[in-house]
């Protein structure tokens, strides 16, 4: 059962000589093998370079145990993880889950997977994604739909779905994903897996394929927070490539949560939960398994208190001016000529048309044609102006609220995980599974979601703690605490 193997745990074993990394990385290649016909997580795999990359680890291992410098190994070393396809990998297929780019062969590298190499971790392969990460579900992807492993009539979350349904199926020790309005922690969430959106510049967005720039963060997903602590500690850091990246330095992510372990528990953490957060038509399992979380981090020595957020109502017409007026600039550049699908057509206007028509699907379509809108003579002051403005008071709101509290608590999603096909016709209710997470990403703070309890039809309900600006190590305390109190994170299912 190596496959099943938290980081923290197979990285002892590597470094006791009890396993090897091509053990381990061909074990979670068997299991990849088994399931993922029926979980559909991968759209790339890379058995012949992960196997080699093993190798590689294990010797660095052996020459490290022979030289008695095991202790200053990177614990990444020989840890079989997965990528999320809107993350380039040098050499390595990246489509976005576009047919626009099926056949995109990156000739560059993405800082987050430089880092990664450095710490010695195994590549398996690159995960299925809603397309250019515009999604909830994973059902927007243009080569299939992704499957939660939990029950496999159910979606996974989107849209980093593939890299949560990877870890959640034992596919992977742990992935990345992207988090633009929730993408890392929704999938979290309905996969019941710990996912982290870090704060905008602690994770540099060298070599993620953009969507909307000012959003778009790469985060950790994991089997639990310690492994989560451990992959975010391994991506962040300043990089000059990114312009936005800011030169702070990184914690120790490990030890800071270890802070939430022991008689200290979370005595003199306060804990905000926002009224706005439990809004009618939430799901009441996800509500009820929220404020028994809650109730059990005051046990735990947080005090809590209920903090208010005004402008929640309006991060979600907001989010949808902003992320499709960046989008919709960003993806200007798949015009069929410089890289990417090419269709042949008697004129340049008619090329670019043919192309992208054959290329977008229907929801990168709707969400170029909103924000172009938006963003067109005449429309840009009363629409894109309105929501940057309205952003700021978002922004303000949080920066108000977390004044009074270190850790704001809230659900992650207002349901559980909706059937395939339950919402591919409605893109408003879609956009609602977000409707707790994006505004976050408005505010540019970090946030994670992790497991708190599971509905009557046994799918996992995700908690969300969110804190300021570059305080991942206070939401990474408050997680391992309540994690270490309680056994979700411990279940797991048994996809077919």
Known sequence: MLHSFTIHRAAALLRAGEISATELTAAVLDRIYAVDNAVKAYLTLLPEVALAQAAAADAAIAAARAAGTLADLPILTGIPLAIKDVITVAGVRTTCGSKILESYIAPYQAAVVDRLAAAGAVILGKTNT???AMGSSTENSAYFT???PWNLDRVPGGSSGGSAAAVCADECLAALGSDTGGSVRQPAALCGVVGIKPTYGRVSRYGLVAYASSLDQIGPLAKDVTDAAILLGAVAGYDPRDSTSVDLPVPDYV???DQGAGDRGLHG?????PREYFAPGMQAEVEGAVRAAVELMAELGAEVREVSLPHTDLALPVYYIIA????SANLARYDGIRYGLSAPADSLWEGYRRTRGQGFGAEVKRRIM?????LSAGYYDAYYLKAQQVRTLIKQDFELALQDVDVIACPTSPTTAFRIGEKVDDPLSMYLSDVFTLSLNLAGICGMSMPCGFDAAGLP?????IAGAFAEATILRAAFAYEQATAWHKQKPAPG
């Open 130 to 132: 809603d397309e250019f």
């Open 146 to 148: 992704t499957h939660n």
């Open 255 to 257: 030890g800071v949560r």
């Open 269 to 273: 953490l306060r804990i905000g939960v």
């Open 324 to 327: 499709p007026a960046e989008a």
């Open 370 to 374: 909103l924000g172009t809108y938006a």
């Open 461 to 465: 309900i995700g908690l969300q703690l």
